[in-house]
Every structure is written in structure tokens, then in C-alpha cells.
């Protein structure tokens, strides 16, 4: 099911132009996000109406109406194409595995799914049994934690992009994630405690959930971003499958506070892993629509385009006709770049 969100970009770049592709698929990101904690202060409303096997008629429904929405709703791209962008170019897998910055974000996001889908075989046990049988149910405490989570992670992200703190915020909030489920494992002994440490967990959570595409975009070649996506989507989705297995297989081996224990030490290895990657350069991925070009012109273009301020990285697809540019937007002339547009493009 995963395979999902790799048709659903492919589909929003035969459905926008190449300047707005970039929010377009931000804001699907932060549709995902949205629903995600939805379905979290949902879940457990639902099932305490009609049942867990209610949840999963409510997911099948809402899995209806989505192909409904599709069919009636999104248009039909005018053409499919290739972009590069959005989608993976299998010839050059190996080449974005082997990339020691990638591969140190890709192990980050899968094991920051398996974090989180062990921390939730276990969670909610710890929380049903703290909770007065005639106070809040989980969806209530889900909901207060989730929203006070959103006010904290505000100010972190706004630092990590006005002032080139990434890499410091990023660092930060994989420790925070190691301390919150050691916290978990050893502390969680009343209902003030566990409240706290999950708003932790939510803020260290979301924070780090947003900031890792930003930085797989920055860090990615340009002409790669679809390639570098598609290799960290794959695993995200496996650390969320690894980590409902593992935190299962602990809770009925061993008890609940070793989850907490083992995803903590996943996090500190994770940090560990994490100290070594670089600062990456404050530039976003910029799409123009050169034309066809020949291989030699294509090449020559590529120099050309580097040459415009703020211009940092230039891959021309001469067959393609697009270029795939890094550009820092504080120094870039736009009327410059704007000369290599292809006309009615």
C-alpha cells in the first residue's frame, strides 16, 4: 500500500508546472502529517463506538471514497511524462544508496518509523493503564498532547530554516526522541509524568519527520530527487513494518519497558550515526523549462546556468529539455535565469 505515494506524486507532476511542483507536493506532505494525527486522536474514538474491527470498516470506507475522489475529483493529466523529479530512475539507485550523506538520513527515517510503530504496540497499554476509568479517553489525551507537540516544534522549525540550524535542530531532536523513550522505560510512573514525555516523544516526532525530506531535497543531486525519495520512502515504510514486528515480539518476550528501552537504544545509535553528517546548504530544487538540447549543448547550458548567481548546482536533461537546478533564493537573479526559459514554457 506504501506504492500509494509514489503514484500519488507521479500523478501531481503531470498535474503541475515545474515552478509549483515543489509546493504542490509540500503540501501533500502536510496533508499526510495532518491526517496522521487525526487518525491518532480518531483511532481510538472510533473504536470505543464500534469496536477495533469498526477501525478497520472505517479505514476500508475512507479507502472508497479516496479512489471516488480520484475519479471524480482529480483531473486527467493532459500527458504522463518522466520527471525526475517525483519519480526514481532505476539506473541510478546504486549511485544514491552509496551516497554516505543519503544513506545516514535514509537509516534515519527507518529508524524513526520503527521507533514510533514500537513506542504504539506498547503506548497505549501504558496509558490505559494510568488513565481514571471515568476520566479523558486516549483520543482526548492524544488530541492535548498532539496540539501542545505543534506549539513546541514551531519555534525549532522557524530556527532550523531563518537561521541555518538544521543540522543542530535535527541533531537535537533525534536526542530528545533517545531521552523521552529511556524516560518512558524508566520514569512513566504516573499520568503527570507520561504526559510530559509524551509530548516529547510528539515534538522530537514531528519535528524530525519534517525535517528529513528537507534535508534528503538538499542533499539529493537535483536531477536525483525523485531517485533519492523513492530510496528513503522504501525505508520509512520498512522501519514501520520492523518496528511493529520488534516492539510486538519484545512486548510478549520480555514486558513492556523493554520496548521503551530498546527503541531508546536505537535512537542513541541513530545519533551516533546522525554526528557525522554534514551542514547541508541552505538551496531549494529549481525546475526550468529549457528545450531539447543535444548532448554538447545540454553540457554548455549546464555552465552557463552555473555561471547566474545564486545558481549552485546545474543538470541539463537535453532530451528531456528540463534543467535541474539548486539555487540559494537569497542571491538568485531571476531575471538572469529567466533568459534560458524556452518560450511558451
Known amino acids: 500500500a506504501g506504492a500509494i505515494a509514489a503514484a500519488l506524486l507521479a500523478l501531481t507532476a503531470d498535474l503541475t508546472r515545474e515552478e509549483h511542483r515543489t509546493k504542490a507536493t509540500a503540501v501533500i506532505g502536510a496533508g499526510i502529517g495532518i491526517t496522521f494525527a487525526l487518525a491518532m486522536v480518531l483511532g481510538p474514538l ?31 493529466p493532459p500527458r504522463s511524462a518522466f520527471h525526475r523529479d517525483t519519480s526514481p530512475v532505476p539506473a541510478q539507485f546504486r549511485r544514491i544508496l552509496g551516497d554516505p550523506q543519503l544513506a545516514r538520513l535514509n537509516l534515519g527515517i527507518g529508524l524513526l518509523h520503527l521507533n514510533m510503530t514500537a513506542t504504539f504496540t506498547v503506548l497505549p497499554l501504558t496509558l490505559a493503564g494510568l488513565l481514571p476509568p471515568d476520566g479523558p479517553g486516549q483520543g482526548t489525551v492524544y488530541l492535548g498532547v498532539l496540539v501542545a507537540a505543534l506549539v513546541l516544534m514551531v519555534p525549532f522549525v522557524r530556527l532550523s530554516d531563518s537561521r541555518g540550524q538544521i543540522r543542530n535542530v535535527f541533531l537535537g531532536a533525534i536526542a530528545v526522541l533517545a531521552l523521552v523513550q529511556a524516560g518512558l522505560g524508566l520514569l512513566a510512573g504516573d499520568t503527570p509524568s507520561l504526559l510530559l ?13 519534517a525535517t528529513l525530506p528537507v534535508l534528503v531535497s538538499r542533499m539529493a543531486p537535483p536531477d536525483l530527487k525523485g531517485t533519492a525519495m523513492g530510496a528513503y520512502s522504501t525505508c520509512q515504510f520498512t522501519g514501520a513494518f520492523l518496528g ?32 557525522g553528517m554534514r551542514a547541508p546548504p541552505s538551496v531549494s530544487t529549481l525546475l526550468l523549462r529549457v528545450g531539447v538540447r543535444t548532448p554538447d549543448e545540454a553540457a ?12 549552485t548546482e546545474a543538470v541539463v536533461i537535453g532530451e ?3 534543467a535541474y537546478l539548486k ?3 537569497r542571491r538568485l537573479d531571476g531575471d538572469a535565469l529567466a533568459a534560458y526559459r524556452a518560450e511558451g514554457s
Open 244 to 275: 511493529g514486528a520488534l516492539g510486538g515480539w519484545l512486548h510478549g518476550a520480555t514486558g513492556t519497558n523493554t520496548v521503551y528501552l530498546a527503541c531508546a537504544a536505537l535512537a542513541v545509535l541513530w545519533l551516533a550515526i546522525a554526528l
Open 46 to 76: 472510533v473504536a470505543d463506538r464500534v469496536g477495533i474491527d469498526g477501525v478497520f470498516w472505517l479505514t476500508a470506507v475512507l479507502a472508497i471514497g479516496g479512489i471516488g475522489v480520484l475519479v471524480w475529483l482529480v483531473p486527467d
Open 327 to 329: 539555487v540559494d533564493r
Open 300 to 311: 554548455g547550458l549546464a555552465d552557463d546556468l552555473l555561471a547566474v548567481p545564486g545558481v
Open 197 to 209: 514525555l509524551m509530548i516529547g516523544f510528539f515534538t522530537a516526532f514531528m519535528l524530525l519527520e
Open 320 to 322: 528531456e529539455g528540463v
